[in-house]
């Protein structure tokens, strides 16, 4: 190779150039104006977004309502237009997911949870979580951490954020039961932060729905979020509480430039998520105290009490607290042959042994019932149990896994789940509906625990108020128009 002359200025971006030897190059960050290195193309960002895209609708699903998609959409790319990156192919979208959560893809991809709408208080505040994700996208933060983990060689796989179907063991412990996207530090969050004020007072809503939105997310922080389906915002983002003060100044300075009367609309908001589901929905299965019913599928499961429950689309899961023992139901993918020959072949295929096995029945279902041994990654060596029974003349695995030092004294919780296993009737599958926010007045002298005492109970009555953007110590006011959650 030719040596080239040595400039002894080199560039911020020169020396990682040569250190990699790779077609990378100095790029503008489109919202600070300054030069970084980057391995990510503005057209790259677009291709990943468009791919993971599919990924994103494929695994959960978009919430179906046309009128809250299309008002989500409009907010979004009203935000949009006022940012640095106007012309990026922008997409916004409420996927079907109950946990309080929003995320940006690059290249303009951007998605709320339908779970997050029931935690917002007005429109503003639903500009403010549309704002500061599109500045994650603006600021190219998904492309800086692919850089950034490339450079390292630690060889992020952005495509492959998903549990991956083909082998439904592999990862557990990562991805079933954690973080699915990617996280972002304190310093872009706080960046995203600052941006979305300034998009959401170009745009003409009142900046504070930033900080309010913040505010919320830290009361839930305080009681623990939500975590079903998907990650929360809490688990996904930095601690919003000390975030709130130090955009507080940043917002007050925005305020003032708000052209007119700043946007909150917040009666608008509310007609929009009257009557949204909250937590699960039937066509995904329900999760009911420790019980997962499919009223579709027609099927329910018992678990063993006090285990978290995860629900999502490719599989439901349940975990043993403080421990890495887990059981396992999902659907077997063309499933050929007898039973025998679909567990046998669907294990190997996972990359485990079986020790024994044998036919019998589940509730009068046909299942074939084996014990196999294999490794996990991030587990290491586990013993598992695993029931593939015919239902519907679909094949469904039940299936528990435990570390081997573990895995005789979790037989027991093995093998009562796998009797659960039960075919609902008509009526059963008729009577199971979802969750529901509804609107309704405070009365005098109510307090939280006495609406949620007569709205059924269906949430904690501290749950409630952090809903309707209180404290939990503080009592409601009498007249307020508030959010609440029935049974369906």
């Not at 190059?25 to 970084?36: D, H, I, V």
């Not at 079907?96 to 429109?123: C, M, Q």
């Not at 405070?442 to 108020?465: C, D, F, H, M, S």
Request: glycine share 10%; aromatic share 6%.
């Amino acid at each position: 190779m030719t040596r080239q002359p040595q400039n002894r200025r080199l560039s911020r971006c020169a020396l990682p150039l040569v250190m990699l030897a790779t077609a990378a190059a100095c790029a503008t960050n489109p919202a600070t104006g300054k030069r970084e290195f980057s391995l990510m193309s503005e057209a790259q960002e677009v291709q990943i977004g468009k791919e993971m895209d599919v990924e994103v609708r494929r695994q959960m699903g978009l919430y179906e309502d046309a009128a809250l998609q299309r008002y989500v959409e409009e907010v979004g790319m009203r935000l949009a237009r006022a940012s640095e990156r106007p012309n990026l192919p922008w997409h916004f979208a409420v996927v079907d997911a109950p946990a309080v959560n929003a995320f940006a893809l690059p290249g303009g991809y951007i998605y709320l949870t339908r779970g997050i709408l029931p935690f917002l208080d007005n429109e503003a505040e639903l500009a403010g979580v549309l704002g500061h994700e599109v500045g994650h996208v603006t600021a190219r933060h998904a492309a800086q951490q692919y850089t950034q983990a490339t450079s390292a060689g630690v060889g992020l796989t952005i495509l492959s954020i998903f549990v991956p179907e083909a082998r439904p063991f592999q990862g557990l412990a990562e991805t079933a039961f954690g973080v699915l996207f990617l996280k972002h530090g304190r310093d872009d969050e706080l960046q995203a932060d600052k941006l979305g004020v300034e998009y959401t007072a170009r745009s003409g809503w009142d900046p504070g729905g930033v900080a309010g939105m913040l505010n919320t997310l830290s009361r839930l922080d305080e009681a623990s979020g939500t975590r079903k389906g998907v990650p929360n915002w809490l688990s996904t983002h930095p601690a919003p509480a000390d975030r709130v003060q130090e955009i507080e100044p940043i917002v007050q300075q925005a305020k003032a430039t708000v052209a007119g009367t700043p946007i909150v609309d917040e009666q608008e908001f509310l007609q929009r998520v009257d009557g949204i589901i909250y937590g699960d929905s039937p066509k995904e299965g329900i999760v009911r105290g420790n019980q997962f019913l499919h009223p579709e599928l027609r099927l329910g499961v018992t678990f063993p009490q006090g285990w978290e429950i995860v629900n999502t689309q490719a599989q439901v899961g349940a975990r043993k607290p403080d421990e890495d023992v887990f059981l396992i139901l999902q659907l077997v993918p063309n499933a050929q042959g007898s039973l025998e020959q679909v567990a046998r072949t669907s294990m190997a295929n996972a990359g485990f042994r079986q020790v024994n096995g044998e036919r019998g029945e589940i509730n009068g279902l046909e299942a074939y019932i084996g014990t196999y041994q294999g490794a996990v990654q991030g587990l290491g060596n586990v013993g598992t149990v695993a029931a593939h029974i015919l239902h519907d003349r679909r094949v469904y695995l039940l299936a528990g896994l435990a570390p081997v030092n573990a895995f005789q004294r979790t037989q027991q919780d093995f093998s009562s789940t796998m009797r659960s296993f039960r075919r609902l009737s008509a009526s059963e599958a008729a009577e199971i509906r979802p969750n529901r926010v509804d609107l309704i007045t405070v009365r005098g002298g109510e307090t939280w625990q006495g609406i949620a005492e007569r709205t059924g109970n269906v949430v904690k009555p501290a749950t409630l108020a952090i809903m309707n953007n209180y404290d939990p110590s503080q009592p409601p006011r009498p007249g307020d128009r508030i959010k609440v959650v029935v049974e369906g």
